[in-house]
């Protein structure tokens, strides 16, 4: 076991602590099982977390996810989870489906049709479950 292997191990095994002592009945939380304990955030804890509070100044919530979403696309949309997080985050954030499908779109000459054609399957499925569409 490397270096890399013993600190990822560690840092699952201090996530699991944590969610035990949060709620003794995570004492069996999984890191797949993440997006079903929270599929979204509040826009503003998205805000606070993720950069508010460190650059005021700097994109708001919306905006970085935009960014997330393109990068996960571009990659060949090989993130199935992350990329329906994600959708599902940027509405809670106050993305509109065109907006989201934009961002997917514009990604095609980045990650190529298919991966774009995945990921807009993908945020479709998002979109429809949480009655955007």
Do not use: C, W, Y
Not at 2 to 28: G, W
């Amino acid at each position: 076991m490397n270096d890399f292997t013993k600190l990822f191990q560690s840092m699952i095994e201090q996530s699991q602590e944590m969610a035990k002592a949060l709620n003794p009945a995570l004492e069996q939380f999984q890191v797949p099982d993440f997006a079903g304990m929270m599929p979204t955030m509040p826009k503003e804890f998205m805000e606070m977390t993720f950069g508010k509070t460190f650059n005021p100044g700097g994109l708001d919530a919306k905006t970085r996810l935009f960014v997330t979403l393109g990068a996960m696309v571009a990659q060949g949309a090989q993130v199935d989870q992350q990329i329906k997080m994600t959708v599902r985050h940027a509405l809670e954030a106050g993305a509109t489906p065109q907006e989201i499908a934009e961002v997917i779109g514009q990604m095609s000459v980045f990650g190529g049709v298919p991966a774009m054609t995945k990921a807009m399957q993908l945020a479709q499925g998002v979109i429809a479950e949480q009655g955007e569409g």
